[in-house]
């Protein structure tokens, strides 16, 4: 895609008081975004709220032109950098399996690896001794699989994975999170995954960054292992919204006295397949 179509598909979906349901509507009605930009005010005003039809015809709020500038500059420098949207014949299709599947997202490297089954270790941000060792000795072992893990930064679990997958894999894996200032640390981190796998960039509002960043896990990842989880963890949030668009979710039990084990015994008594080991995880992902 053209870097002028994928500015236009930036313009569209940033634009403040967006949803799925009024975008997906424009989109039916005119077609790409540059047509629905071309578009008379009553026009847009006969598919979608007037405070919304006014933001797209007016095309002038500054923190979205600031922002499109930075994706633009970025793409522009970034020759494996790309947005993935709904017209691209490449467009993931577990990305459909949502009943609200992102519009928009940054891709930095191979995306045809979203073509394998993934699946992705979750879990608490505090956790213990034997969870950190099941996180680091699982991942090695799952980036031998025929599977790709997808990993988020989030603190804790997940960031472990992706930590051990970036040092001891020999095999592509996913990364997801937010776009962000580029700083060395940031563009090294690009660089990497560029060379080694693939960058998902969640592109939406700053305010809602975690928000952003699971509505990306849940497109990617078909399946989910929480290793520790409280039972006010968020993961649990997570995986409960996965379940409901259809993924599978996994959890290890843990000891009856530890409060990292009780957000995963309240998932297994809800209807998560209990996994004590790879050989479980792997045979639960067949079925």
Same mark, same amino acid.
């Given at each position: 895609?053209?870097?002028?179509?994928?500015?236009?598909?930036?313009?569209?979906?940033?634009?403040?008081?967006?949803?799925?349901?009024?975008?997906?509507?424009?989109?039916?009605?005119?077609?790409?975004?540059?047509?629905?930009?071309?578009?008379?005010?009553?026009?847009?005003?006969?598919?979608?709220?007037?405070?919304?039809?006014?933001?797209?015809?007016?095309?002038?709020?500054?923190?979205?032109?600031?922002?499109?500038?930075?994706?633009?500059?970025?793409?522009? #420098?970034?020759? #494996?950098?790309?947005?993935?949207?709904?017209?691209?014949?490449?467009?993931?299709?577990?990305?459909?399996?949502?009943?609200?599947?992102?519009?928009?997202?940054?891709?930095?490297?191979?995306?045809?690896?979203?073509?394998?089954?993934?699946?992705?270790?979750?879990?608490?941000?505090?956790?213990?001794?034997?969870?950190?060792?099941?996180?680091?000795?699982?991942?090695?072992?799952?980036?031998?699989?025929?599977?790709?893990?997808?990993?988020?930064?989030?603190?804790?679990?997940?960031?472990?994975?992706?930590?051990?997958?970036?040092?001891?894999?020999?095999?592509?894996?996913?990364?997801?999170?937010?776009?962000?200032?580029?700083?060395?640390?940031?563009?090294?981190?690009?660089?990497?995954?560029?060379?080694?796998?693939?960058?998902?960039?969640?592109?939406?509002?700053?305010?809602?960054?975690?928000?952003?960043?699971? #509505?990306?896990?849940?497109?990617?990842?078909?399946?989910?292992?929480?290793?520790?989880?409280?039972?006010?963890?968020?993961?649990?949030?997570?995986?409960?919204?996965?379940?409901?668009?259809?993924?599978?979710?996994?959890?290890?039990?843990?000891?009856?006295?530890?409060?990292?084990? #009780?957000?995963?015994?309240?998932?297994?008594?809800?209807?998560?397949?209990?996994?004590?080991?790879?050989?479980?995880?792997?045979?639960?992902?067949?079925?």
């Amino acid at each position: 895609m053209l870097l002028d179509d994928q500015k236009y598909w930036l313009e569209l979906v940033l634009t403040p008081g967006m949803n799925f349901k009024d975008c997906y509507a424009l989109l039916k009605a005119f077609g790409l975004p540059e047509n629905i930009f071309n578009q008379s005010l009553s026009s847009l005003m006969r598919v979608i709220p007037q405070s919304l039809a006014v933001a797209i015809y007016r095309h002038d709020d500054s923190e979205v032109q600031e922002k499109v500038f930075k994706v633009m500059d970025f793409l522009s #420098k970034n020759p #494996k950098a790309r947005l993935i949207v709904p017209s691209d014949e490449d467009f993931p299709r577990k990305f459909y399996a949502l009943s609200e599947p992102p519009l928009l997202t940054l891709a930095v490297g191979d995306v045809s690896l979203l073509n394998n089954e993934t699946l992705s270790l979750v879990g608490t941000s505090h956790p213990s001794s034997d969870g950190q060792n099941i996180t680091q000795n699982w991942t090695r072992a799952l980036l031998n699989k025929d599977l790709t893990l997808v990993q988020s930064d989030q603190a804790g679990v997940e960031n472990i994975a992706l930590k051990t997958a970036a040092q001891f894999g020999s095999n592509p894996f996913v990364f997801v999170s937010n776009f962000r200032e580029i700083d060395a640390n940031f563009a090294q981190q690009l660089q990497f995954m560029s060379e080694r796998g693939l960058f998902l960039g969640a592109l939406g509002d700053a305010n809602q960054i975690w928000l952003g960043r699971r #509505k990306l896990l849940i497109a990617a990842v078909e399946h989910f292992v929480v290793i520790e989880a409280g039972i006010r963890s968020r993961t649990l949030s997570l995986v409960r919204e996965a379940a409901d668009a259809g993924r599978n979710v996994m959890a290890v039990p843990g000891s009856i006295h530890s409060p990292l084990s #009780k957000g995963c015994h309240k998932l297994i008594r809800e209807g998560a397949r209990l996994v004590e080991s790879v050989d479980d995880i792997l045979e639960e992902a067949k079925n």
